[in-house]
């Protein structure tokens, strides 16, 4: 069977009878589910796909008991790695369909599981969907995973009516771009229609051309690195046939010959289209257009980050070249670059949450300040809460953390319930070692405490502190516990480990009398007291960042300064966000025998 296939388009369609949904970076599939419990996953080109994700086969087994009164079914979907709701990983899914070797397989899918994002219904219950109206079968898809179907491997892809407001969520998560389905549209194979579009979202790059491969036809893409030419990537199609051969012809006529091609210093200069950067390659680049009102010194690799960050115009980025950390010469771009990309990740433990900031307009070596209430020149966009005469900042999108980003925040503190709640939404174990040196006592302490929460059926997540400590936070659904309850629970905890270990660890408060021992902070969980955010940089010499972790990297290999501003993105695209689940998982707590120990 022929899948239905998108038609490229530069506009989105608009009007009551479209519907919108997020396009993923991935392998079409389509997934077939028989009676006799068989799965096949199919690609567009009628590969089979099944034996390359055994974590999807054995999620449908699980469920298999759910959807048995639904089989067969055959869902139309896209297989992905999900970096976040709205982007995927396509390098992932690469190495995943490249895989032959079982054991590699698995351990691929153990390390970064995939997900089948499913958008469209074809087949249920043995009955053909194909005729019906796209509307009517993207509404018993929604039933079938309401019913029988929760699952983080097989997902259901939502639709939007607004377009705007779906793009608004691809455009800051980064995603690939938006698919326009027609409501009334009938399953029809390959491109032979008008109901389905996809709109890419592209980012513009600029830079120079400075070698053309007449092999090939391929352009190399380049920017300045300082003093230093920098090879971004190449490109080859998008000019028209006009433009094209002018291009060219320059670099036949006025290039110097090599057995490569043609080169030219800088001086074209160019803009072009590309879905992303990894690794000197751009992915899937096109020419937009020549730009010979540009000067190459105009292209630069801070404007080539910024551009690919997709910085939201209306921020006016300035002076990214300033050291913002001077010993490791990470600079205001780098920062800027660095809480662009991870806002999707940091934003969650940031919404509806009275923010303190540390600023540092002129790096961390400079004056600082604390900043608690949102000043008068601060932007519309900006969320706040009126308390008296003062706006107290809340930090609800992307374009407001890179604003303030911008303006020189480099730490980001946040108090554990949300505004105008009583109630907290997580509880914090801080471990503080006393100094660096003695960071092997926060791991000790945070491989002590784990089992006691495991013991109480508590599901809990760590992070670096960004600084010299580790800590724990533990979920929990809203308005289950209050302030009180929770001073008892980690008094009870903090005890227990300081009697367990008394020459170890302690709950003193004062630091003269801790004698080197790690200090369990547990009095810091209470109200409007903050925590540092997670993925918040520190005010550190190294740029060091406050970074979740998997609970087996808490070991002897984990150090302080291990994760920068530089790695930290890096990290989180080969490893995944080891908070993934947070949000997930708070409403899963079971707080019964917390409970008891509270009453106890």
Same mark, same amino acid.
């Given at each position: 069977m022929e899948m239905m296939k998108p038609i490229p388009s530069t506009e989105i369609p608009r009007g009551e009878e479209w519907l919108y949904e997020v396009k993923y970076d991935g392998f079409r599939c389509v997934l077939t589910w028989d009676t006799k419990g068989k799965i096949t996953l199919t690609s567009k080109n009628n590969k089979e796909l099944t034996a390359n994700f055994p974590e999807i086969v054995a999620n449908c087994q699980e469920l298999e008991p759910n959807v048995l009164d639904k089989l067969p079914i055959k869902m139309d979907g896209e297989m992905v790695v999900l970096n976040n709701p709205f982007q995927a990983n396509f390098s992932w899914i690469q190495k995943r369909g490249r895989l032959k070797n079982t054991e590699s397989i698995q351990k691929a899918s153990n390390r970064r599981p995939a997900s089948f994002m499913a958008f469209d219904l074809l087949q249920e219950n043995g009955s053909d969907l194909l005729s019906q109206p796209f509307n009517d079968r993207k509404k018993a898809l929604n039933d079938l995973f309401k019913e029988h179907i929760k699952s983080n491997r097989i997902q259901y892809v939502n639709s939007y009516e607004d377009p705007e407001e779906l793009w608004k969520k691809i455009y800051d998560h980064k995603g690939e771009g938006m698919i326009a389905k027609r409501k009334k549209s009938k399953y029809i194979g390959g491109k032979g229609h008008r109901d389905w579009f996809k709109m890419k979202n592209w980012r513009s790059l600029q830079g120079f051309l400075t070698h053309y491969d007449n092999q090939n036809g391929y352009y190399s893409f380049r920017v300045f690195d300082g003093n230093k030419i920098h090879e971004v990537g190449k490109c080859k199609h998008g000019l028209d046939d006009e433009s094209a051969e002018t291009l060219r012809q320059l670099f036949i006529t006025n290039g110097e010959k090599s057995t490569g091609g043609y080169s030219l210093p800088p001086a074209i200069c160019a803009s072009i289209h590309s879905l992303d950067l990894y690794k000197n390659e751009l992915r899937e680049p096109e020419f937009v257009q020549l730009l010979p009102q540009v000067s190459a010194q105009e292209c630069t690799i801070e404007k080539l980050m910024i551009d690919l960050a997709m910085i939201p115009e209306r921020i006016g980025v300035s002076k990214t070249e300033k050291y913002y950390w001077p010993e490791k010469k990470i600079t205001k771009g780098d920062l800027l670059f660095y809480i662009r990309e991870i806002s999707p990740y940091m934003l969650p433990? !940031?919404?509806?949450?009275?923010? *303190?900031? /540390?600023?540092?307009?002129?790096?961390?070596?400079?004056?600082?300040?604390?900043?608690?209430? =949102?000043?008068?020149?601060?932007?519309?966009?900006? &969320?706040?809460?009126?308390?008296? @005469?003062?706006?107290?900042?809340?930090?609800?999108?992307? %374009?407001?953390?890179?604003?303030?980003?911008?303006?020189?925040? !480099?730490?980001?503190?946040?108090?554990?319930? *949300?505004?105008?709640?009583? @109630?907290?939404?997580?509880?914090?174990? %801080?471990? &503080?070692?006393? @100094?660096?040196?003695?960071? &092997?006592?926060?791991?000790?302490?945070? @491989?002590? /405490?784990?089992?006691? =929460?495991?013991?109480?059926?508590?599901?809990?997540?760590?992070? *670096?502190?960004?600084?010299?400590?580790?800590?724990?936070? /533990?979920?929990?659904?809203?308005?289950? =516990? *209050?302030? &009180? %309850?929770t001073a008892v629970f980690t008094q009870a905890i903090a005890y227990t480990v300081e009697g367990a270990y008394p020459n170890l660890f302690t709950t003193e408060r004062m630091k003269k009398k801790r004698n080197g021992r790690l200090y369990i902070d547990y009095v810091q969980h209470g109200k409007d007291k903050t925590i540092i955010a997670p993925y918040s940089p520190r005010m550190t010499k190294e740029g060091s960042i406050a970074t979740p972790l998997f609970w087996e990297e808490v070991n002897e290999d984990l150090t302080p300064e291990k994760f920068t501003v530089k790695n930290t993105l890096d990290r989180v695209q080969e490893l995944g966000c080891p908070f993934a689940d947070f949000f997930e998982v708070r409403n899963k707590q079971n707080l019964d025998k917390v409970m008891k120990l509270i009453k106890d």
């Open positions: 433990f !940031l919404k509806e949450r009275a923010l *303190t900031l /540390i600023r540092c307009p002129d790096g961390v070596e400079e004056e600082h300040f604390y900043q608690k209430h =949102l000043p008068d020149y601060a932007p519309d966009f900006i &969320d706040s809460l009126k308390i008296g @005469n003062d706006r107290i900042i809340i930090c609800n999108d992307m %374009d407001s953390l890179v604003w303030f980003a911008n303006h020189g925040g !480099l730490e980001y503190h946040v108090p554990f319930q *949300t505004v105008n709640k009583p @109630n907290p939404l997580e509880i914090v174990f %801080d471990l &503080d070692p006393p @100094n660096r040196e003695r960071f &092997d006592l926060a791991i000790q302490a945070a @491989n002590i /405490i784990k089992p006691l =929460l495991d013991d109480l059926e508590l599901i809990s997540f760590v992070k *670096t502190s960004g600084n010299k400590g580790i800590q724990i936070h /533990i979920p929990i659904p809203e308005n289950s =516990l *209050t302030y &009180d %309850d």
